[in-house]
DNA sequence: GGTGTGATCGTA
DNA sequence: ACGATCACACCA
């Protein structure tokens, strides 16, 4: 079968370096590339990445790393390279990729993928959102901690995107000054109008 | 088109 | 008590 084939293709993940940079370039130059998840149970999953957000460190107030290296986020002041994933609203697992210039925490989050390989290429918009296309992907807090060097998640070049935007980051509350969302902005994948919703904005309605 | 709300749970 | 979310209801 086809995904056999490309199952046995040779994998060349992104190399240390490309993670040991300011976390908004980062996450700019990983629009247009691959992610992989080398599934034990399904096989070759992967997408290309059309939309992402960068998360810094205790001056980004949106960033889990804001606190400082509180047990969950200490990841992020790690190693690079590093899968973060966590659980958002208790319902949706959204992966990360540990990236800063070594001096602070970062981290970038994968928003949206095109899907390549193992997905339904029709579903465009399971693969749209990040509780979206962890769940597409088998990806699952289990990973957290797992090196994209080393697998079973993988992230790897592919073509320039052809159409590179940004934009303020979806979804925050604070921070919306900084431009640190970067996306394919041809791609029917891509979040494009809903921007969060008033719960988000600090507008919940007491029971 | 836009706006409002519930589900659900780890984190601080 | 909150969310780096999503789906669906409702109103226009």
Same mark, same amino acid.
């Given at each position: 079968?086809?995904?056999?084939? @490309?199952?046995?293709?040779?994998? $060349?993940?992104?190399?240390?370096?490309?993670?040991? !940079?300011? =976390?908004?370039?980062?996450?700019?130059? /990983?629009? #247009?590339? !691959?992610?992989?998840?080398?599934?034990? =149970?399904?096989?070759?999953?992967?997408?290309?990445?059309?939309?992402?957000?960068? %998360? /810094?460190?205790?001056?980004?107030?949106?960033?889990?790393?804001?606190?400082?290296? =509180?047990?969950?986020?200490?990841?992020?002041?790690?190693?690079?390279?590093?899968? %973060?994933?966590?659980?958002? %609203? #208790?319902?949706?697992?959204?992966?990360?990729?540990?990236?800063?210039?070594?001096?602070?925490?970062?981290?970038?989050?994968?928003?949206?993928?095109?899907?390549?390989?193992?997905?339904?290429?029709?579903?465009?918009? /399971?693969?749209? #959102?990040?509780?979206?296309?962890?769940?597409?992907?088998?990806? *699952?807090?289990? *990973?957290?901690?797992?090196?994209? @060097?080393?697998?079973?998640? %993988?992230?790897?070049? #592919?073509?320039?995107?052809?159409?590179?935007?940004?934009?303020?980051?979806?979804?925050?509350?604070?921070?919306?000054?900084?431009? @640190?969302?970067?996306?394919?902005?041809?791609?029917?994948?891509?979040?494009? =109008?809903?921007?969060?919703?008033?719960?988000?904005?600090? $507008?919940?309605?007491?029971?």
């Amino acid at each position: 079968m086809e995904s056999t084939r @490309l199952a046995h293709r040779k994998i $060349r993940p992104l190399p240390r370096s490309f993670f040991t !940079r300011p =976390t908004a370039e980062v996450a700019r130059d /990983l629009i #247009g590339c !691959r992610l992989w998840h080398v599934s034990p =149970t399904q096989g070759l999953l992967g997408g290309k990445i059309v939309e992402t957000e960068a %998360y /810094l460190g205790t001056s980004d107030p949106a960033s889990h790393a804001h606190r400082g290296p =509180t047990p969950r986020a200490a990841i992020m002041s790690g190693p690079v390279g590093i899968a %973060y994933v966590y659980l958002s %609203y #208790g319902v949706h697992e959204c992966f990360n990729v540990v990236a800063h210039d070594g001096s602070e925490a970062g981290a970038v989050l994968i928003r949206a993928i095109e899907p390549l390989e193992g997905l339904s290429s029709t579903d465009l918009r /399971l693969c749209a #959102g990040p509780g979206k296309l962890t769940r597409a992907l088998g990806i *699952h807090r289990n *990973h957290n901690g797992s090196d994209l @060097l080393k697998g079973p998640l %993988y992230l790897e070049r #592919g073509p320039n995107p052809t159409s590179l935007q940004r934009s303020p980051r979806i979804g925050i509350s604070k921070a919306q000054e900084s431009l @640190l969302r970067f996306f394919e902005a041809q791609s029917p994948a891509v979040s494009a =109008t809903r921007v969060g919703s008033p719960m988000l904005r600090g $507008r919940r309605v007491p029971k």
